[in-house]
């Protein structure tokens, strides 16, 4: 019997268990949260207008570009980590981060700045320590102060404009910009208007800024599919709404005239964007589940000074990397006890 | 009775069952091979003794290894036959090495030698355990532990478990739907061995007909006295894990340093329970087991299994189909790729999977972690297998100890829904045995310092006395020479002194500079 | 401010006498860093010499062949030196155990003599054998050996001392 050769046949010793997977794959994950972003964008577009698609395909292109490049450079397999969606994302959040009418080139050098600084530079993905689309929104801000307050005024949705605004260079732009709704408040208090009167300004819709309010809720509805699909956890968004809005909320009650309400702190900006694509970031979050609660409570709460007590109207990116700054130190003193070390052992 | 309350373990996942495929025939012969290579060592905890040569004629159930030591079990002849051959043949392990097996020819005339039951009522606690071990039982649901340690503790609850949670096994399944009663009556007598106060019946709710056999044989003896519950648990992989499944029944947790007879808890397979049963009361030493072949075969099914028959013996009567890549022994989740074919059924060895690329899949290549944290989601210990996989993958094994590694099962959780494909598993068995390894090598370090320092010791202390015996000496010497003489000049003395210190510096000069203590001029001295 | 100088020093005084270390700490941390094969080759007769050697800087770091550049980096480590590479072959490292083979064996004790872990038992004109176990494979016992009776032979592969390979990773390949 043992004279049969095949029968003896050595196999592949590498094969070792697990022998089955769960279909799942980062390229899945990436691209189920730029499905997510869908929503959000052709809200952009309705409201805000076309422009913002040209930034998109740009920024998608330098990522990839960019992204090929460096791990080229880096000797690392390319195809794999350039088709797994990870560099698209980053763009996307970079594209809806900035104002969608900034020079071409400043999209360009935001992308870059996300994916070479940000994330190539402290070893790819999965060991960045900040968000790549927050850093490059804050170096953004940093270097162009004035080009990154210009937002696309409600009502001028003409896309030849905006194609102009983006690619013609000349910034002749009165008329076509406007204060975001973060900004007009700020300006207002610091007028010493109180916030009802400053909210009457057509600048404003229902809750927060008019138009933006409605990018808000496709963001939303974006994330609510994320969870649906069970892609993020319920951790950051909640407990960055929880810390958002219940500072908001306090001083919101001390004195409603000189702060706005925590429902408007949570419409304007990039606050709903922030809870579901931004916080959510496997790479940069906090990985315990206590910690994710830690992480972005740390966020809300930045957040809510920065825009009422800082020199930035939007201070949710300042929150992300402060907070990303603290994970490893949260991560340690969240690490969940293991089994037969946890406390309620006893039945 | 009232709904058992049941607990949670953390983590977990519920991949496709694939139990139909062979858990719907009944359990099936197999011929007899032409051999059958019983290995000697069939426990975790200690080895046999061959108590047989090669031309012995055995019957079947006939002991051929002999218990060693308290830890060992008995392994015996799976059928009646000649011996031809006692030699290193390959074992069921993933890492292909050979051990000893007793190699026995049938005669094909399955003749079994004296059965002899004992009598349950009269038998003394001793007489049960002592026929346990020479029985040669071990645990069957994988770790191959021996039982009459086990059952030799005193407990509140035993447990029994019936949970199977591993896809496409479903040996234990159908076990318990055709012989409910043995492993009942087997339940029992662990009971008594173990003083238990109630025995709990594990089975996961996707095994109805298994539950309702069980139950049956349970309720038709209810009136024994003692509690005897079958309990169906929620399907969920790995509650067949023995921790996991004391975690669910009884809510204790027992970490991977803890014995779960310390918390009047022990844990045994359906197929142990029955193996019991039958070498109590039936006389039968364990000689075979039931055990599922499946996958990419054309009649996957449950077979009584011979100790000792080879693999490839099995994929041959299931025939395996087209396409079959490799052969796994145990489960998809925590099985392992059998090197070779010819490797032998074991007491612990429930499944054969004929593997083909499409039912088993190759692992994509791996991708960089994205620390998204499924895999500690999943992890039914609670552990972070992201930080073991940074800590294993550095070779930090400090690291991985920090993160509690010595807690992992191996269970396959995190691979499983690993994203990014990392082979998590196969790290942490690295980082495990590396880890084992470098353990060994500081105890054997420490020994090795104990005893050169206690070798260094004692060379000082016979040199010091040496000296003092020589020193001893010339004194009395002189003492003599001034008592017999009285007219010993300084000149002589001091010539007696001096021919003293010379032998005594001829010595240390001999001794080579390196080793300093090897005492060059000393007579061998026998040493232990 | 007397007062608390006089506290100060009869504290610094009790702590002195309290905790007051016992031998050399930082030989006893050498010492447990290295391989404990006392087979010599650095130049010293064993382990802990050699550890008292390093400790008193007498001695390199990089002259242990058993600890190889492994041990070298845990001993840079642990005293900040600069890490220096052993010098000498680097051997793989396998773990063997000296075997006397007792049809040649003479009984003359000189093995006996060299161990330096006493894992040969025997006696004069007596067969001498090895205790595998204690035995660190130093080879200090093969030299005296007048007959060449005793050999070197790795350790059985076991499933208890067989080990997991390191996993094939996919990012080492470059596309």
């Given at each position: 019997?043992?004279?049969?050769?095949?029968?003896?046949?050595?196999?592949?010793p590498?094969m070792?268990?697990p022998?089955?997977?769960?279909?799942?794959?980062?390229?899945r994950?990436?691209?189920?949260?730029?499905?997510?972003?869908?929503p959000?964008i052709t809200?952009?577009?309705?409201?805000i207008g076309?422009?913002i698609?040209?930034?998109?395909?740009l920024?998608?292109?330098t990522?990839?570009?960019?992204?090929a490049?460096?791990?080229?450079?880096?000797?690392?397999?390319?195809?794999?980590t350039v088709?797994?969606?990870?560099?698209?994302?980053?763009?996307?959040l970079v594209?809806?981060?900035?104002p969608?009418?900034?020079?071409?080139w400043?999209?360009v050098?935001?992308?870059l700045v996300?994916?070479?600084?940000?994330?190539?530079l402290?070893g790819?993905?999965?060991q960045n320590?900040?968000?790549?689309?927050?850093?490059a929104y804050?170096?953004?801000?940093?270097?162009y102060?004035a080009?990154m307050?210009?937002?696309p005024?409600i009502?001028?949705?003409?896309?030849?404009t905006q194609?102009?605004l983006i690619?013609?260079?000349?910034?002749?732009?009165?008329?076509?910009?406007g204060?975001?709704?973060?900004?007009?408040?700020?300006?207002?208090l610091?007028?010493?208007t109180?916030?009802t009167?400053i909210l009457?300004?057509?600048?404003?819709g229902?809750?927060?800024?008019?138009?933006?309010?409605w990018?808000?809720l496709?963001h939303?509805?974006?994330?609510?599919?994320?969870?649906?699909?069970?892609t993020?956890?319920?951790?950051?968004?909640?407990?960055?709404?929880?810390?958002?809005?219940l500072?908001?909320?306090?001083?919101?009650?001390?004195?409603?005239e000189?702060f706005?309400?925590?429902?408007?702190?949570?419409?304007?900006g990039?606050a709903?964007?922030?809870?579901?694509?931004i916080?959510?970031?496997?790479?940069?979050?906090?990985?315990?589940?206590?910690?994710?609660?830690?992480?972005?409570v740390?966020?809300?709460i930045?957040?809510?000074?920065?825009?009422?007590?800082?020199a930035?109207?939007?201070?949710?990116?300042?929150?992300?990397?402060?907070?990303n700054l603290?994970?490893?130190?949260?991560?340690r003193?969240?690490?969940?006890a293991?089994?037969?070390?946890r406390?309620?052992?006893?039945? | 009775?009232?709904?058992?309350?049941?607990?949670?373990?953390?983590g977990?996942?519920?991949?496709?069952?694939?139990?139909k495929?062979s858990?719907?025939?009944p359990?099936?012969?197999?011929p007899?091979?032409?051999?059958?290579?019983?290995?000697l060592?069939?426990?975790?905890?200690?080895?046999?003794r061959?108590?047989?040569t090669?031309?012995?004629?055995v019957l079947?159930?006939?002991?051929i290894?002999?218990?060693?030591g308290n830890?060992?079990?008995?392994?015996h002849?799976?059928?009646s036959?000649?011996v031809t051959?006692?030699?290193?043949?390959?074992m069921a392990?993933?890492?292909?090495l050979?051990t000893?097996?007793?190699?026995?020819?049938?005669?094909g005339?399955?003749?079994?030698?004296?059965?002899?039951?004992?009598?349950m009522?009269?038998?003394?606690?001793e007489?049960l355990i002592?026929?346990?071990?020479?029985?040669?039982?071990?645990?069957?649901?994988?770790?191959a532990?021996p039982?009459?340690?086990?059952?030799?503790?005193?407990?509140?609850?035993?447990?029994?478990?019936?949970a199977?949670?591993?896809p496409?096994?479903?040996c234990d399944?159908?076990?318990?739907?055709?012989?409910s009663?043995d492993?009942v009556?087997?339940?029992r007598i662990?009971?008594r061995?173990?003083?238990?106060?109630?025995?709990?019946i594990?089975?996961?709710?996707?095994?109805p007909e298994?539950?309702?056999?069980?139950?049956?044989?349970?309720?038709a003896?209810?009136d024994?006295g003692?509690?005897?519950?079958?309990?169906t648990?929620?399907t969920r992989?790995?509650?067949?894990?023995?921790k996991?499944?004391i975690?669910v029944?009884?809510?204790f947790?027992i970490?991977?340093?803890q014995?779960?007879s310390?918390f009047g808890v022990q844990?045994?397979?359906?197929g142990t329970?029955?193996a019991?049963?039958?070498a109590?009361?039936?006389?039968?030493?364990?000689v075979?087991?039931?055990?599922?072949?499946?996958?990419?075969?054309e009649?996957?099914?449950?077979?009584?299994?011979?100790?000792g028959?080879a693999?490839a013996?099995l994929?041959?009567?299931c025939?395996?189909?087209p396409?079959?890549?490799?052969?796994?022994m145990g489960?998809?989740?925590?099985?392992?790729t059998l090197p070779?074919?010819?490797a032998?059924?074991?007491?612990s060895?429930n499944c054969?999977?004929?593997?083909?690329?499409?039912?088993?899949?190759?692992?994509?290549?791996?991708?960089?972690?994205?620390?998204?944290?499924s895999?500690?989601?999943?992890?039914?210990t609670g552990?972070?297998?992201?930080?073991?996989?940074?800590?294993s993958?550095a070779k930090n094994y400090?690291?991985?100890?920090?993160y509690?590694i010595?807690?992992?099962?191996?269970?396959?959780?995190c691979a499983?829904v690993c994203?990014?494909?990392?082979p998590l598993?196969?790290?942490?068995r690295?980082?495990?045995?590396?880890?084992?390894?470098?353990?060994?090598?500081?105890r054997?370090a420490?020994q090795?310092r104990a005893?050169f320092?206690?070798?260094?010791?004692?060379?000082?202390r016979?040199?010091?006395?040496?000296?003092a015996?020589?020193?001893?000496?010339?004194a009395?010497?002189?003492?003599?020479l001034a008592?017999?003489?009285?007219a010993?000049?300084?000149?002589?003395d001091a010539?007696?002194?001096?021919a003293?210190?010379?032998r005594?510096?001829?010595?240390?000069?001999?001794?080579?500079?390196?080793?300093?203590?090897?005492?060059?001029a000393?007579p061998?001295?026998?040493?232990? | 401010?007397?007062?608390?100088t006089?506290?100060l020093?009869?504290a610094?005084g009790?702590a002195?006498?309290h905790?007051k270390v016992?031998?050399n700490?930082?030989a006893?941390?050498i010492?447990?860093?290295?391989?404990q094969t006392?087979?010599?080759q650095?130049?010293?007769?064993?382990?802990?010499?050699y550890?008292?050697a390093?400790a008193?800087?007498?001695?390199?770091i990089?002259?242990?062949?058993?600890?190889?550049d492994?041990?070298?980096?845990?001993l840079?480590e642990?005293?900040?030196?600069?890490?220096?590479?052993h010098?000498?072959?680097?051997?793989e490292?396998?773990?063997?155990?000296a075997?006397?083979?007792?049809?040649?064996?003479i009984?003359?004790t000189?093995?006996i003599?060299?161990?330096?872990?006493d894992?040969?038992?025997g006696?004069?004109?007596?067969?001498?054998?090895?205790?595998?176990?204690?035995?660190?494979?130093c080879?200090l016992?093969?030299?005296?050996c007048?007959v060449?009776?005793?050999?070197?032979?790795?350790?059985?592969?076991?499933?208890q001392?067989?080990?997991?390979?390191?996993p094939?990773?996919?990012?080492?390949?470059?596309?």
């Open positions: 019997m043992a004279a049969q050769p095949r029968r003896n046949r050595v196999s592949d590498d070792s268990s022998h089955i997977r769960k279909p799942v794959s980062v390229q994950e990436m691209f189920t949260v730029l499905l997510a972003l869908v959000g809200a952009y577009v309705w409201q076309a422009g698609l040209v930034n998109l395909v920024a998608s292109l990522a990839l570009a960019a992204e490049l460096v791990l080229k450079l880096r000797a690392r397999p390319v195809a794999i088709t797994d969606g990870s560099a698209l994302v980053t763009a996307w594209v809806l981060a900035l969608s009418i900034v020079p071409w400043l999209t050098l935001a992308v996300a994916i070479v600084g940000a994330k190539h402290y790819g993905i999965g320590p900040f968000n790549p689309a927050m850093a804050c170096a953004m801000i940093v270097a102060p080009l307050s210009q937002w005024a009502g001028n949705t003409d896309f030849t194609w102009h690619l013609g260079g000349e910034r002749a732009i009165d008329g076509l910009t204060a975001t709704a973060l900004d007009a408040m700020r300006t207002g610091r007028g010493h109180d916030v009167s009457s300004s057509s600048a404003f229902f809750v927060g800024g008019r138009g933006w309010e990018i808000a496709g939303l509805l974006g994330g609510l599919f994320l969870l649906a699909t069970r993020i956890s319920w951790r950051q968004p909640l407990s960055f709404i929880i810390g958002l809005g500072t908001a909320s306090v001083f919101w009650l001390i004195a409603p000189r706005p309400s925590p429902l408007f702190h949570l419409a304007s990039g709903m964007l922030a809870a579901f694509f916080l959510t970031d496997p790479v940069t979050s906090s990985t315990t589940p206590r910690g994710k609660l830690i992480f972005a740390g966020v809300g930045i957040a809510w000074f920065v825009r009422t007590f800082g930035y109207p939007e201070g949710i990116a300042f929150g992300v990397l402060l907070m603290c994970v490893p130190l949260i991560d003193s969240t690490q969940p293991t089994f037969g070390q406390k309620e052992k006893r039945p | 009775m009232s709904l058992p309350h049941l607990f949670r373990f953390p977990g996942i519920q991949p496709d069952a694939h139990k495929e858990s719907e025939q359990i099936r012969p197999v007899l091979p032409a051999r059958l290579a019983v290995p060592v069939q426990s975790s905890q200690g080895s046999a061959t108590i047989v090669v031309g012995d004629k079947k159930g006939q002991c290894g002999e218990a060693e830890a060992g079990t008995a392994i002849a799976p059928t036959g000649r051959e006692i030699g290193r043949y390959p392990h993933p890492s292909g050979d000893l097996a007793i190699v026995i020819e049938p005669d005339e399955e003749r079994w030698i004296a059965r002899e039951p004992l009598d009522a009269s038998a003394s606690h007489e002592l026929r346990v071990q020479a029985s040669g039982i071990v645990g069957m649901g994988g770790a532990f039982s009459h340690i086990k059952a030799n503790s005193k407990i509140d609850t035993l447990i029994i478990n019936g199977e949670c591993e496409w096994i479903s399944d159908r076990l318990m739907r055709e012989r009663a492993i009556t087997g339940a662990l009971r061995l173990t003083g238990a106060r109630r025995v709990l594990g089975i996961e709710d996707n095994k298994a539950i309702t056999a069980m139950k049956l044989v349970v309720q003896a209810a024994d003692g509690e005897i519950s079958v309990i648990v929620p992989y790995p509650t067949g894990g023995q996991q499944l975690r029944l009884t809510g947790e970490a991977s340093n014995r779960s310390s844990c045994f397979n359906v329970a029955h019991v049963c039958r109590l009361v039936h006389g039968e030493a364990m075979s087991r039931v055990v599922t072949v499946t996958g990419n075969v009649h996957p099914g449950n077979y009584e299994v011979l100790l028959t693999v013996d994929i041959e009567l025939v395996a189909k396409g079959t890549e490799r052969t796994l489960g998809p989740l925590m099985g392992f070779r074919l010819d032998p059924i074991t007491k060895s054969i999977i004929a593997a083909s690329n499409t039912l088993f899949p190759p692992a994509p290549p791996e991708q960089p972690c994205i620390r998204c944290g895999c500690a989601q999943s992890c039914p552990l972070l297998p992201f930080e073991l996989y940074w800590s993958r400090d690291g991985a100890v920090h509690n010595s807690e992992c099962i191996e269970c396959g959780c499983y994203p990014a494909h990392i598993v196969d790290y942490f690295f980082a495990k045995s590396e880890i084992r390894a470098r353990n060994q090598e500081k054997a420490d090795a005893r320092e206690a070798r260094s010791a004692r060379l000082e016979d040199k010091a006395e040496k000296a015996r020589l020193t001893a000496k010339a009395e010497t002189r003492a003599a008592a017999n003489k009285d010993a000049t300084d000149a002589n010539a007696l002194i001096a003293a210190v010379a005594t510096q001829a010595q240390s000069q001999a001794q080579p500079p390196a080793s300093g203590q090897n005492g060059g000393t061998p001295e026998p040493s232990i | 401010m007397i007062g608390i006089l506290a020093g009869i610094l009790y002195a006498i905790f016992e031998g700490p930082l006893a941390q010492d447990a860093l290295l391989p006392q087979c010599a650095c130049g010293y007769p064993g382990c802990k010499p550890a008292e390093v008193s800087g007498a001695a390199e990089n002259l242990c062949t058993p600890g190889g492994e041990g070298a980096h845990k840079a642990l005293l900040g030196r600069e890490f220096k590479p010098g000498g072959p680097v051997v490292k396998v773990k063997v155990v075997l006397i083979d007792e049809q040649t064996c009984g003359c000189l093995c003599q060299a161990c330096p872990v894992a040969i038992v006696a004069a004109k007596q067969m001498h054998t090895v205790i595998a176990p204690i035995c660190t494979g080879e016992c093969l030299p005296p007048p060449d009776c005793i050999s070197l032979i790795a350790e059985p592969r076991t499933p001392n067989w080990r997991w390979k390191y094939v990773t996919g990012l080492k390949v470059v596309a």
